[in-house]
Structure formats: structure tokens, C-alpha cells
């Protein structure tokens, strides 16, 4: 890595911002297609626990990747993993969207699954990308880059919600937006870090801990148990966050047309306005641990989470609705990038596999949330299931309440 004549690191500030850019291309591409869900889901002319079903196709193909993200990424680097993972991507919600334009909504499925197969490598790559840089920088980081996808997904929701007002065919719409998105990716790619295995994320009290290479390099891989009571929690922190993103991204337009009476035209704009408050929490988040820790940060956060869901729910009104699903976007700002940086910190993994083994459980678990909340909707109500949902974000958070300072999860 080369110094400027100041003597700060060259390199490692433009892959910030290249990092910045890849989770931003990451989360506007598909968040275009989500913005539409409502007009997806008249057009297909399915009842809602159907709807649930193929909107989880997206998670399905992350689930059914398994550790081929972490493998590939090793293989290939994750400069080529983000673009390779964003063409594919791409391809896939052109099918999605084909199989909405001829009413066959098999065909959507199968795009979201291959979708979502794409999604997982590019997660996966950004991720480990992101980390390094904030071990290159030495204090927290990988928030601020889970900003850039929270502004990308909040403009991907705006220019989808657009195109929906003015009218613009889905197939046209996505197949231009596809191409755009994968021209930034690749650009974004060439500012990566190299691979490197640097000093490791900061610890509780937002302080950076010992480089990593004070971990011996023969360091044994953890057990089966050992793992699981090593990842549980972290697995029930991403969850909780990325709970909030699939209300927002599948349920957040159902919910304020079906729900609160607005047209299914403008019912986008929930998932701009959450993911909208995701983004200025992400911002914040870096931070609020180095000066808080990540405890105190995750018991704020989760808390906020659960106030917002439960008011997102039962809120009487759009404006307060809307404003709940803005306290639980801030909420759930943090929840995920500390998991990944968390995971990557355990001794004894191969390289990305602790974002890999994350990103997959936290998949696989969530793989049923849609269906079950549109299950549970025909059964009882829209807002029913999503207070069952915060049930998963209560659970993270009375473990957060328990755990020991400096214990890792």
C-alpha cells in the first residue's frame, strides 16, 4: 500500500469508498424490484401466503448456496466475487421480472432463488472487503459501508416506486437498471484492498484489540458446540436486523396499501423511509461503538427495533406507521455489520468463513420468515405476524442483556 506525502494511506481510503460503492450497487439493484412488490403481487394474482412464498426465493437461493460463497471468494478474490456475484444477480431479476410481464409467477420464483444465489457471494465479498478496511484503519468502520447499501436500497426503492408512478414496464425498468448497476459494481471492484489478513475489528469498549497476527496462525478451529454458543447470539443479532429489512422490503408496501389505505402506486415509499433511517443510523453507528461499545449500542439498537416493529404494527395512522418503520430502520442499523465483524474475529477460521457460516445461517433461518408472516397473515392479520417477528429481536436483545463484557458473541 503506498503513502501520500502526509503520510496517510493511499489505498486504503480509496477502497473505503470503493467498499462504500459496492454495498451501495449491492442494495440499489434489487430494492428497485422490491419497491414494486405491490404491483408484482396484483399482477400475478396470488393471495398473500403465496406471495410470502416466492418473495422467499431470494433468501432460498442464499440458503441453497451453503459455503460456496466463502470457496468462491477464496478462489477468485473478492474484487471478481462482487462483480461476477453482480451480473448474475442482475440476469436473474431480468427473469424475475419476464416471469411477472407473462403472469407466471414459477418463473419469478426461480429468478429470486438464482438471485438470491448471486446475492450471497456478493454479501459475502463486500463483507470481508469492508472488514479489511477497517482493520486497515484500525477503529470502527464496516457500519459507515453498510450505509452506502442502505442509500443505494433506499434510492433503488425510490427510482422503482418512480418508475411504477410513471408508469414504466417492470421488464424495461429492470433490465436498464440492471446494466447500470453493473458498471458501478465493476468500477467499485478496481478500488478493492488487496487480500490480507490484518488486525481485527474493535473489541466492547471501541478500542482496536491485538493484530491479528498475535493469534497463532495454527490456531484450532473452534468445535461444533463451541461454534454454536460462539455464533448463536451473533446469528440472532443479524436476524433481528435483517428482519426488519425483509418487512421493509416484502411486507412494508402490502402493509400501508392493505393495511393503512395507501395506493399501491406510492406504497414504496416505506421501504425508502426505512431503509432511509438505516442509512443514517450506519452513518452514525461507527461512532456511537467507539464511543459507547458495541454492548450499550446493540441494547439501544435492539430496543429500537422491537419499539419499532411493534409500532409499525399497530400504529393507526400512515404517518406514525411510516414513523415506526423509521425507529426500527435506525434500530437495526448496526445489528448486522457487528455480527460479520464479530464472526470474522473468531480464531481459527479460514479466511471469510466466519462471514460466510453468518451470512448463511442468518439466510437459512430467515428463509421462512416471509412464508410465515403471510402465513400467519391469512390466519390472523398482517400486524399479528409482525409482532411475532419481534419476538426474534427480543430474544437478541435478553442475550445481550446477559452477556458477559468482552465475551465473544
Known amino acids: 500500500m503506498s503513502t501520500s506525502k502526509n503520510g496517510t494511506l493511499r489505498h486504503p481510503r480509496r477502497a473505503r469508498w470503493a467498499a462504500m460503492l459496492a454495498f451501495a450497487t449491492n442494495g440499489a439493484l434489487p430494492a428497485s424490484l422490491l419497491a414494486r412488490y405491490a404491483e408484482v403481487k396484483a399482477e400475478l394474482g396470488v393471495d398473500t401466503a403465496f406471495f410470502g412464498l416466492i418473495v422467499a426465493g431470494y433468501a432460498l437461493g442464499g440458503m441453497v448456496a451453503l459455503h460456496l460463497p466463502g470457496v468462491i471468494t477464496r478462489w477468485i478474490g473478492v474484487a471478481r466475487a462482487a462483480s461476477f456475484g453482480t451480473v448474475w444477480i442482475g440476469a436473474a431479476l431480468v427473469l424475475a421480472a419476464a416471469g411477472v410481464a407473462v403472469t407466471n409467477p414459477w418463473l419469478v420464483l426461480l429468478g429470486l432463488v438464482l438471485a438470491g444465489c448471486g446475492d450471497a457471494v456478493v454479501d459475502v465479498a463486500q463483507n470481508s472487503q469492508g472488514i479489511r478496511v477497517q482493520q486497515a484503519y484500525g477503529r470502527s468502520l464496516l457500519n459507515s459501508m453498510h450505509a452506502g447499501w442502505s442509500i443505494g436500497a433506499a434510492l433503488g426503492g425510490a427510482v422503482g416506486t418512480a418508475a411504477a408512478v410513471a408508469g ?39 478500542t482496536s484489540p491485538a493484530p491479528e497476527s498475535s493469534v497463532p496462525a495454527s490456531a484450532p478451529a473452534p468445535s461444533r458446540a463451541r461454534m454454536v454458543l460462539i455464533l448463536l447470539p451473533l446469528v440472532l443479532i443479524a436476524v433481528a436486523g435483517i428482519s426488519v429489512e425483509d418487512i421493509g422490503t416484502n411486507w412494508s408496501a402490502v402493509l400501508l396499501s392493505g393495511e393503512r389505505g395507501m395506493s399501491a402506486e406510492s406504497a414504496g415509499i416505506g421501504l425508502t423511509v426505512l431503509l432511509g433511517a438505516q442509512f443514517v443510523g450506519r452513518l452514525l453507528g461507527d461512532r456511537v461503538i467507539d464511543a459507547l461499545g458495541q454492548r450499550r449500542t446493540l ?111
Do not use: K, N
Open 168 to 206: 414504466v414496464p417492470l421488464l424495461t425498468h429492470i433490465g436498464i437498471w440492471a446494466g447500470l448497476c453493473v458498471i458501478m459494481m465493476t468500477l467499485a471492484a478496481r478500488g478493492f484492498l488487496p487480500e490480507s489478513r490484518l488486525p481485527s475489528a474493535p473489541d466492547d469498549a471501541g
Open 299 to 409: 441494547l439501544m439498537s435492539l430496543s429500537a427495533v422491537v419499539l419499532g416493529l411493534l409500532g409499525a404494527a399497530w400504529a393507526p395512522s400512515i404517518t406514525l406507521t411510516l414513523t415506526a418503520l423509521a425507529l426500527a430502520g435506525l434500530g437495526c442499523a448496526v445489528t448486522v455489520p457487528i455480527a460479520y465483524a464479530r464472526a470474522d474475529a473468531v480464531p481459527g477460521l479460514a479466511a471469510h468463513s466466519g462471514v460466510t457460516w453468518i451470512s448463511w445461517t442468518m439466510r437459512t433461518v430467515s428463509i421462512g420468515l416471509s412464508p410465515a408472516i403471510g402465513a400467519t397473515s391469512s390466519a390472523f392479520s398482517l400486524p399479528a405476524a409482525l409482532t411475532g417477528v419481534t419476538l426474534i429481536a427480543l430474544a437478541a436483545l435478553t442475550l445481550q442483556v446477559f452477556r458477559r463484557p468482552g465475551a465473544r458473541g
